[in-house]
């Protein structure tokens, strides 16, 4: 079955410094992958997403991640995060035709 | 530009009250979803319309309906509400078919006493 894993449930980490969010997936064909971010009271923003090619995407707001099949992974960094990067990350799967899965999240709080 | 409108934002209910959550989308999507969020296990679907005319069950279906009333529009109805179904329930869309992102709204945050 398919599924996504979101080790860190929650992370903590200065401004300014780097920043990676963990995300495994379980699936078996190449997936179609995504990061989401959602701010409180918000709904999911997405941050970037990979379909194919280069396995290094970049996405809005300094973010990107890189598609490791041998890992079944997908990580998502940011070489120095901002005090408005705290929100609550969402890592998905689409598994073809309308089915998505979504890991559950990883909060995000930035110490000034 | 709108994207994909909920309404209400906020509702309370009473246990066996009735009430339907309505979803708009003005991106001309086919596919139209009803996810719930609850914390600690990310988004969930409910249920989910590939294209106008169709509805299918997703991962929590039970307690819910779901109105697909045209290419625009799609509603999540709870017949008896439960305490259990106190959530926040988010509708996205996206284009036909191809690996396409869903475009989500800001969601609907329920509460059922």
């Known amino acids: 079955a398919q599924s996504v894993t979101q080790p860190d449930i929650h992370i903590t980490v200065s401004e300014g410094a780097s920043l990676e969010l963990r995300c495994n997936y379980s699936?078996?064909?190449?997936?179609?992958l995504f990061w989401y971010v959602q701010s409180p009271g918000q709904g999911l923003q997405l941050l970037l997403k990979?379909?194919?090619?280069?396995?290094l995407v970049q996405g809005i707001k300094g973010f990107e991640a890189e598609f490791k099949r041998s890992q079944s992974s997908f990580n998502l960094r940011k070489p120095s995060v901002h005090w408005s990067d705290a929100a609550e990350y969402f890592c998905a799967v689409g598994a073809g035709g309308n089915q998505f899965y979504f890991g559950t999240g990883t909060s995000l709080t930035v110490i000034p | 530009n709108a994207g994909v409108t909920q309404t209400p934002k906020f509702q309370v209910l009473k246990t066996g009250q009735s009430m339907t959550l309505q979803c708009a989308q003005d991106?001309?999507?086919?596919?139209m979803y009803w996810y719930r969020q609850d914390p600690g296990m990310g988004l969930r679907l409910i249920y989910y319309s590939a294209s106008e005319g169709t509805t299918d069950k997703g991962e929590v279906p039970n307690g819910y309906n779901v109105s697909r009333l045209n290419k625009r529009e799609f509603s999540l109805r709870l017949e008896s509400a439960a305490p259990s179904q106190t959530s926040v329930y988010f509708c996205?869309?996206?284009?036909?078919?191809?690996?396409?992102?869903?475009?989500f709204g800001e969601g609907s945050r329920l509460t059922v006493l």
């Open positions: 699936y078996g064909a190449t997936p179609y």
């Open positions: 990979y379909f194919s090619g280069d396995t």
């Open positions: 991106m001309n999507h086919n596919s």
């Open positions: 996205a869309s996206r284009p036909r078919g191809g690996p396409g992102e869903l475009f």
